[in-house]
């Protein structure tokens, strides 16, 4: 591969409208994020259709911002998992782009973008992907969507450990946030809140699932609403520590589950979620008593990117010879092996 082959990446999945141009050697070259949070935000949560149509309108401009006067040699766009309605409009920009560059277009998967977006780090004031994954890896994915577990042997080879049974952590986050009349998205808020309170003054229950790498994260927002049920006087702070601290112990105790159970030799923590400090500080501090090497994606690209889209496609590339062609859309896309 040239060392200028530059791909664009497009990300239309959820409530970010996003495109980005990568080089072969790492660096971004740039990074275009529309976030849609004012549409969604007095809903507390996303409206598909709101979703579709404010994708199909921002969608030519941020790409075309992206582009600038760049050549590509590639077009990626993610697939799924998503909303339908915004899969269909990155795939439809994605195709524009690419008839016009006379390049291809690959299909990539939303969450192995958020695992790849692990390698970016800052350098020179310009995000490039040099923290490459080592494995063994264990993958953890914690978004609004999505919280998911994966045995990751080798570039490509996914083994899916468990997922949520019900809500998401950023969900979770999302929810409780509400309750407290905090706002959305939850997770800043909550976050924030949790910094002048005890993480100890309420116990929360710790969801482990025993037995099974899957999570349940509803019980501890029902357990949240509960206890503002029955207690007139509340301290803000200390439910959202305490809330924080049940959610962020249960995630790093069962990756660390599997760390252990298949070895691993690193760890991967991406989507929204990983921008929580807390979540960062105990799963890096657990890291380093065991030995284990910990990437968290950077702040910036937690949230839904191009960037990650176009990396998880240049990945696919290097490794495997070949990226997947296939540019059928599917809202509930698992990972699979390549
Ligand atoms: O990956 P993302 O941007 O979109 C999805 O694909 O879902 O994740 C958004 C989620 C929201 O639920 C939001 O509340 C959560 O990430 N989030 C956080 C933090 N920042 C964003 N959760 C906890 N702590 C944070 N600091
Ligand atoms: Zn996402």
């Known amino acids: 591969m040239e060392k200028d082959f530059t791909i664009l990446g497009i990300e239309t999945t959820c409530d970010e409208t996003s495109a980005a141009l990568l080089r072969a050697d790492g660096t971004l070259v740039s990074n275009v994020v529309h976030t849609q949070i004012d549409i969604h935000k007095k809903y507390c949560g996303v409206v598909p259709e709101l979703a579709s149509r404010a994708h199909a ?4 401009e941020v ?3 992206a582009l600038g006067d760049n050549k590509i040699d590639a077009v990626a766009f993610a697939s799924g998992p998503g909303l339908p309605g915004g899969l269909m409009v990155g795939r439809i920009a994605a195709e524009a782009a ?12 939303h969450l192995e973008g958020h695992m790849f977006a692990c390698e970016f780090d800052k350098v020179e ?21 999505h919280t998911e577990l994966w045995h990751v042997k080798n570039y490509g080879q996914y083994k899916i450990l468990g997922r949520t049974r019900d809500d998401a952590a950023g969900e979770a986050f999302d929810k409780v946030s509400k309750l407290l009349g905090l706002g959305y998205p939850g997770g800043p808020p909550v976050s924030r809140e ?14 482990m699932m025993p037995g099974t790498f899957e999570f349940s994260f509803s019980g501890i927002k029902t357990a949240v609403s509960y206890y503002l049920r029955d207690h007139k006087d509340i301290n803000k702070a200390d439910v959202c520590a305490g809330f924080q601290a049940a959610v962020v112990e249960t995630l790093v105790a ?10 691993a030799k690193n760890i991967a923590v991406g989507g929204g979620v990983a921008a929580n400090d807390m979540l960062r500080q105990m799963m890096t501090a657990r890291g380093v008593e065991e030995n284990v090497k910990v990437n968290f994606v950077p702040r910036a690209l937690s949230a ?6 176009a990396l998880a496609a240049l990945r696919k590339i290097m490794y495997a010879g070949k990226a997947d062609a296939n540019k059928k859309i599917n809202p509930n896309m698992k990972v699979k092996s390549w």
């Open 57 to 60: 309108v921002k969608v030519a």
């Open 63 to 65: 790409v075309k911002e």
């Open 98 to 109: 690419a008839a016009l560059r006379n390049v291809p277009v690959y299909g990539v998967n």
């Open 125 to 145: 004031d310009k995000f490039k992907a040099v923290k490459t994954l080592e494995f063994p890896l264990i993958t953890l994915i914690v978004s609004g969507g």
């Open 194 to 207: 949790a910094l002048n309170g005890n993480p100890a003054a309420i116990k929360f229950p710790r969801p």
């Open 254 to 263: 069962k990756t660390f589950e599997a760390v252990k159970k298949y070895k």
């Open 304 to 309: 839904d990117n191009g960037a990650m889209i």
